[in-house]
C-alpha cells in the first residue's frame, strides 16, 4: 500500500516532466531546466550528507569543474555532447579523488572546514589562471555540443530539446544514486552516518568508504556542472564559488536529508522562492533565511520529510482507528 | 599447549601523559573459555579493551591474537582478523532498523560493502543469516523496528549481534549488564551463556556483577590501578585476599 502510494507519486511526477515542455513556454522550460540540474546537483551532496554524515562546504568544486571542463571541450574541441559530459564527469571525479582524500580524514566540523578550504582554492585557482578559464569572465562563446544517438544527431540549441536531454541525463543518474544509497555500500554508508567508529569495529576502514563515496558525489556533481555550463551558454567562477557550495546544502535542508528526494523538492521550492521573491526585491536572500529558520526549528527534518513523517502518522491513525 | 592460548598480551602498558592507566599487563586468554575481566572502577578495564582492539594504540608491550601480532594495527585490521567487540556503553546504528544493524556487520564480514549496485534486499543469504541471528537473540519479531525505539535490554542484545554477526573466533564484551534491571541481566547472562555453547567462540567479558561474574566465567584476571592483581578459577580469586582488600571486601560476596 505505501509502496503502491510511493510508486504512484513517482509515475505522475515523470509523467509530469515529460509532458510538461508540450503546453509550457520557453521561460517556464528554463526554469524548470535549472530546477532539474540544481536537483541532481543536491542529490550529489546529500549523498554526502545525508546518508554518509559528512557536511560539505565545497561541493561546487566539482560541480564548477565538471562545468569549465564541459566549456572547455565545446570551446576548443567540438566533440559531441556524450562524450563531453562524460569528460566533464571524470574531470570532477579526478579532482575528488584527490581533494577527497585528504578531507576525508577527518569528520564533522573539521571534514566542513577542510571542504570549505578546498573549495575556496579552486575558486581562486579558476578565478586566477585567466589563459585557460578566462578568469572572471569565464568561458563564453561556444556552442552546445551535437547530441550523437548513432541512430541520429540532435541538436540542443531550443531549450525544448536541452530540457529533454537534461531531464534523461538526471534521472539516469538519480537512478544511479538511487542504487548506490540501496545497495550493501549504501547500508555501510548509513551505518557510518549513525555511528562510524563502530563500523570500524565491524571491520570495514572508514575512511576509504567516505572516499569512494566523495569520489562518486564528485562524479554525479560534474555531471550536473556540465549540464549546467551549456544551459548557461557559460562557465563561470560563480560555479565554483562558495555560496555555490551553499545552495546544495539549503535545498537539502529545505526537503529534507533523510529522504530520497528531499534534496529534489528543496531545489524546486528555493527556485519558485527566488523567482517569487526576487519581482519584489533584490535582496531575496533576507526573505530566504528568513524561511530557513523556522523550518530549521520547527521541521527539522525538512519539508519532505516532514509530509511523510505525518503521512506515516495519518496511516497509523487511520489505521487504528478501522 | 600453545595452540591452547587465543589472546596472548605481554607487558602491555598505555600513558595517557604521565598516567598509566595500564601498567605492564601480561595475561594469557585460553581458547573456547569463558574469561572475565574484573576490577574496581578505575581500574583501566575499559582502556584495556580499546587498547586490544585497535582504538588506542598501546604505549609499549605486545599483543598477539591467535599467534600474530596486532600490537599497532587499526580497529577494522584487527576486526577482520576475527577479534569482535562490544561497547559499554550502546553503540549501535540507532536510525536504522533492527535488520539493518546485523546486516551491517554481515556485509563486512561477507565482503559484500563495495557492491555498488545490487539492491540489499537482493541478498537472499545475507537476509537469511541476519533472520537467524535475530531469531537467537529472540529479535526476530523487531526486526523492521528503528533500533532507537527499542527497550534498553533489546538494544544492548543488537549490540551483541552486530558482535556476533562478523563471525569473531574470540569476541570481546565490555560490560553486557551495564545499566540493566535483574531481569534483563538474567536474560543477557542465559544468551551468553548460550551463544558460547552454540558458537564455541572464546568470550572475553568485564562484568562489575560479581554474581554474573563468578556464575559463567571459567578464569578471571583482576585489574587494579592499571596492573593485574590476580588471576585464577573464580574459587580462587574468591579465596584471595590480595582482591578481597582491593574491593574492600564485602562486594565479592555479593
Known amino acids: ?47 554526502l550528507f545525508g546518508y554518509t554524515g559528512l557536511l560539505s562546504f565545497g561541493h561546487a568544486a566539482f560541480f564548477g569543474l565538471g562545468g569549465y571542463a564541459m566549456a572547455l571541450l565545446a570551446q576548443h574541441y567540438h566533440i559531441s555532447m556524450i562524450p563531453s559530459l562524460f569528460i566533464s564527469m571524470v574531470v570532477a571525479g579526478a579532482s575528488a579523488a584527490i581533494i577527497g582524500f585528504f578531507c576525508i580524514r577527518r569528520d564533522e ?54 530540457y529533454y536531454f537534461a531531464l534523461v541525463v538526471c534521472l539516469i543518474f538519480t537512478l544511479f544514486l538511487w542504487m548506490v544509497i540501496h545497495s550493501p555500500f549504501g547500508l555501510i554508508l548509513r551505518s557510518m552516518r549513525e555511528n562510524a567508529e563502530r563500523v570500524s569495529f565491524i571491520g570495514i576502514d572508514i575512511k576509504f568508504y567516505r572516499w569512494i563515496a566523495f569520489i562518486i558525489a564528485g562524479l554525479v556533481a560534474g555531471v550536473a556542472g ?81 509530509l511523510i513523517s505525518w503521512g506515516k502518522r495519518f496511516m497509523k491513525g487511520a489505521g487504528h482507528g478501522g | 599447549m600453545e595452540d591452547k592460548v587465543i589472546l596472548s598480551i605481554e607487558n602491555l602498558s598505555k600513558a595517557f601523559g604521565k598516567f598509566y592507566a595500564i601498567k605492564k599487563v601480561s595475561l594469557q586468554v585460553s581458547k573456547g573459555e569463558i574469561t572475565a575481566l574484573i576490577g574496581p572502577n578505575g581500574a583501566g578495564k575499559t582502556t584495556f579493551y580499546n587498547v586490544v582492539t585497535g582504538k588506542y594504540k598501546p604505549t609499549s608491550g605486545r599483543i598477539l591474537f591467535m599467534g600474530r601480532e596486532i600490537t599497532n594495527l587499526p580497529a577494522h585490521k584487527i576486526a577482520r582478523l576475527g577479534l569482535g567487540r562490544s561497547f559499554q556503553i550502546t553503540n549501535i546504528f540507532l536510525e536504522n532498523t533492527v535488520e539493518e544493524n546485523i546486516l551491517a556487520a554481515l556485509v563486512s564480514y561477507h565482503r559484500k560493502g563495495l557492491s555498488l549496485f545490487k539492491g540489499m534486499n537482493r541478498y537472499k543469504d545475507l537476509l537469511e543469516e541476519a533472520h537467524s541471528i535475530l531469531e537467537m537473540l529472540g529479535l526476530k519479531d523487531k526486526a523492521q523496528e528503528t533500533a532507537k525505539n527499542l527497550a534498553y535490554g533489546d538494544k544492548r542484545l543488537v549490540e551483541i549481534g552486530i558482535a556476533m554477526a562478523v563471525h569473531p573466533k574470540m569476541i570481546m564484551l565490555d560490560e553486557p549488564t551495564a545499566g540493566m534491571t535483574p531481569e534483563e541481566t538474567e536474560r543477557m547472562v542465559s544468551m551468553i551463556q548460550t551463544l558460547f555453547q552454540e558458537t564455541g567462540i572464546t568470550f572475553f567479558l568485564t562484568e562489575h556483577d560479581m554474581k554474573v561474574v563468578f556464575s559463567i566465567a571459567h578464569r578471571i584476571f583482576v585489574l587494579h590501578q592499571g596492573s593485574l592483581l590476580a588471576q585464577g578459577t573464580p574459587e580462587e580469586i574468591r579465596n584471595n585476599p590480595k582482591v578481597k582488600e582491593a574491593y574492600l571486601g564485602g562486594s565479592l560476596d555479593a
Not at chain 1, 571542504?115 to 556552442?143: A, C
Not at chain 1, 551549456?230 to 557550495?245: C, E, G, K, L
Not at chain 1, 530520497?260 to 527566488?274: M, R
Open chain 1, 109 to 162: 566540523i573539521y571534514f566542513a572546514m577542510l571542504t570549505l578550504g578546498f573549495g575556496m582554492m579552486v575558486f581562486t585557482l579558476v578565478h586566477q589562471w585567466r589563459s585557460l578559464t578566462g578568469g572572471s569572465d569565464g568561458i563564453t562563446g561556444f556552442e552546445v555540443p551535437v547530441l550523437d544517438l548513432m541512430v541520429k544527431k540532435f541538436q540542443l540549441f531550443s531549450p525544448w530539446s536541452f
Open chain 1, 1 to 47: 500500500m505505501k509502496g503502491m502510494a510511493k510508486i504512484g507519486v513517482l509515475v505522475l511526477t515523470i509523467a509530469f516532466l515529460f509532458l510538461f515542455p508540450q503546453f509550457a513556454g520557453a521561460f517556464p522550460v528554463l526554469f524548470l531546466t535549472e530546477i532539474i540540474i540544481f536537483s541532481l546537483f543536491a542529490m550529489s551532496f546529500n549523498l
Open chain 1, 226 to 306: 556540465g549540464l549546467f555550463a551549456m544551459y548557461d551558454r557559460m562557465a563561470s567562477p560563480s560555479m565554483v564559488h562558495w555560496t555555490m557550495s551553499a545552495k546544495p546544502v539549503l535545498m537539502t535542508i529545505l526537503g529534507g536529508s533523510r529522504v530520497f528526494f528531499g534534496p529534489v523538492l528543496g531545489a524546486l521550492i528555493f527556485y519558485l522562492l527566488e523567482h517569487t521573491i526576487t519581482q519584489y526585491t533584490q535582496s531575496w536572500m533576507i526573505f530566504l533565511g528568513a524561511i530557513l529558520i523556522p523550518i530549521v526549528i520547527f521541521f527539522p527534518e525538512g519539508v519532505l520529510g516532514t
